[in-house]
Nanobody, 123 residues
Framework: QVQLVESGGGLVQAGDSLRLSCAAS????????MGWFRQAPGKEREFVAA????????HYADSVKGRFTISRDNGKNTVYLQMNSLKPEDTAVYYC????????????????WGQGTQVTVSS
């Protein structure tokens, strides 16, 4: 089974940048659509960005569009989330997720999840 492991989170100041990574391990025989989600304390998990297997289709939440960029390197089995111009409201645990299907933005459609990485943005 494929496992997803996020890394790259940390404590930064408003306006700073971070790049999150999601490395896939284990055997896989299927191409995946990959997504990034985030969940702040006391809040529901929300969609951030997603990318199809070949990278031909991308989608972003309105709250991060123009600031965040999702990309993937299938040769390295890794998906990235470049986060620029970070705001305090971006503070959350960020999760990567995978599904064997088309690009969607709802959490129930993603059966495979990583453990999450904490991003904290101070003002």
């Amino acid at each position: 089974q494929v496992q997803l492991v996020e890394s790259g989170g940390g404590l930064v100041q408003a306006g700073d940048s971070l790049r999150l990574s999601c490395a896939a391990s284990g055997r896989t025989f299927t191409t995946y659509t990959m997504g990034w989600f985030r969940q702040a304390p006391g809040k529901e998990r929300e969609f951030v960005a997603a990318i199809t297997w070949r990278g031909g289709s991308l989608h972003y939440a309105d709250s991060v569009k123009g600031r965040f960029t999702i990309s993937r390197d299938n040769g390295k089995n890794t998906v990235y989330l470049q986060m620029n111009s970070l705001k305090p409201e971006d503070t959350a645990v960020y999760y990567c997720a995978a599904r064997t299907g088309i690009l969607v933005t709802t959490t129930p459609e993603y059966p495979l999840w990583g453990q999450g990485t904490q991003v904290t943005v101070s003002s």
